[in-house]
């Protein structure tokens, strides 16, 4: 089906093979612990036992993932942001695009990774207008147990309250937080090709952008926007799992062309919008942990993945960090080496997690990686051989053979120039492009 998500058949069939991913982060999770104060009843979240039959009627309550990032442990890896230093007396304004509507709306905030209680003293929601300023009368207070504001505990996850919002699909909006209290070090998303703006004193309700003069390619606490009613809520939320390539990293900065958000674009252009959401870390690996990119993913899977509501099908993009990692080029120093035996059976780990929830598990071929960091020989082996698996064992219920559609026709083991962002490894916006064109929209 070249490049197509096919049966457990015609994956059998595919061919020579090509992905690759590094960059970005997440460190140890702390579970979460829910809420402190007047506002512990916004911690309930999810149902943690929800998903467990494919059949009858949806899971998870009447929410379903407009957007979310996974969140990361603070990191300066690459560039200084705002995660080590926090924020104290600081109002931060971050745009996300949802991928699916609804008539009511909510966000999720995460402490993951703080080291004490995280005071939220404020926070709105708003349609985008352009930059920091947001559409006139549309700015939204939120409520966290009906109070204005709430206390997250070290590793705890919060939801505000429902607030009524019709938001289409597609539709860009901005979240804004007062953060009064010093912070500390910040559970955040590093690389979020899009930009996020900072204030001094409390601008939650400001339409305009003037009071925003910092800026930030980073998400912050934010970690989701569900939305509910509209249409009705139905189990067939899509979850893109992975790495820097899932994450988006070569995209080119607010343009949502990572290749979630042009699957999230086909599903609209059909006249069915669905709930897309992007769960890529780069950097991050199925089997070791790192100091920079995250918790390995066979632990992650279940924070990140199975906590969203009414979810469907994942399709998982990952492993060329753990091809790659053990070597002298990746980011933060070598981890230990993985052989493709242990790489497979962390994505066995991941096939088996899924399905006890019954969750579908889509399997996407690694990308190319000649002519990158991490291209040597044994490496290129490593990905043939992972890939070989993935077309061929029948393991995942489908599979997309993003290989294939990012490979250069003359030279297999190279992704396409065309599709290059420049270092022969991640896409750019026409090969994320690619890569969404290349799924199936029937099999999810």
């Known amino acids: 089906m070249n490049g197509r998500i096919g049966s457990k058949g015609s994956a059998r069939r595919a061919g020579a093979a090509l992905l690759a991913t590094a960059t970005l982060a997440a460190l140890p999770v702390v579970g979460a612990q829910g809420l402190t104060g007047p506002s ?58 949802v991928s699916k509507g609804g008539t009511k709306a909510r966000i999720e905030l995460s402490n993951r990774y703080g080291t004490k209680p995280l005071r939220i003293s404020g926070a709105t929601i708003a349609r985008t207008a352009e930059g920091a300023s947001v559409e006139g009368g ?45 912070t500390g070090p910040t559970t955040f998303h590093l690389a979020s090709s899009a930009t996020s703006y900072r204030a001094q004193g409390d601008h939650t309700s400001d339409r305009d952008g003037a009071a925003f003069t910092e800026t930030s390619d980073s998400w912050y606490y934010l970690s989701g926007v569900e939305v509910g009613g509209g249409a009705g809520v139905r189990r067939d939320s899509v979850v893109a799992f992975g790495d820097s ?28 919008p669905r709930s897309v959401l992007n769960h890529g870390i780069g950097g991050n690996q199925v089997t070791n942990d790192s100091s920079w990119a995250g918790e390995k993913g066979v632990v992650r899977f279940k924070k990140d993945v199975l906590s969203e509501p009414n979810v469907g099908t994942v399709i998982v993009l990952e492993g060329i960090n753990d091809i790659g990692g053990s070597g002298p080029t990746y980011p933060g120093g070598p981890t230990p080496e993985v052989s493709v035996r242990k790489l497979i059976d962390g994505h066995r780990s991941l096939i088996r997690q899924a399905h006890a929830r019954g969750i579908k598990v889509v399997g996407a071929t690694l990308t190319p990686v000649k002519g990158s960091f991490y291209d040597t020989p044994a490496n290129e082996a490593k990905r043939d051989a992972v890939n070989d698996w993935i077309r061929t064992s029948g393991a995942y219920d489908e599979v997309v053979d993003l290989d294939r559609a990012l490979a250069d026709p003359t030279d297999p083991d190279r992704i396409a120039p065309a599709y290059d962002s420049g270092d022969g490894l991640h896409p750019n916006d026409a090969g994320y492009r690619a890569m969404a064109a290349a799924v199936d929209l029937r099999t999810l």
């Open 40 to 97: 512990g009843a916004a911690a309930a979240g999810h149902d943690a036992t929800a998903h467990k039959s494919k059949h009858g009627p949806a899971k998870g309550g009447s929410w379903q993932g407009g957007w979310a990032a996974s969140p990361q442990a603070p990191t300066e890896v690459f560039a200084p942001n705002w995660s080590k230093q926090g924020f104290e007396n600081h109002t931060v304004r971050q745009v996300v695009r």
């Open 245 to 272: 390539i899932t994450d988006g990293y070569g995209s080119s900065l607010n343009t949502n062309n990572r290749y979630p958000d042009k699957l999230a674009e086909r599903f609209a252009a059909a006249g069915k």
């Open 138 to 182: 549309s700015v939204r207070k939120l409520a966290f147990g009906k109070q204005g504001s709430l206390t997250i505990p070290a590793g705890g996850t919060a939801y505000s309250d429902s607030v009524p919002f019709p938001v289409r699909a597609l539709e860009s909006l901005t979240v804004t937080l007062y953060l009064a209290e010093p």
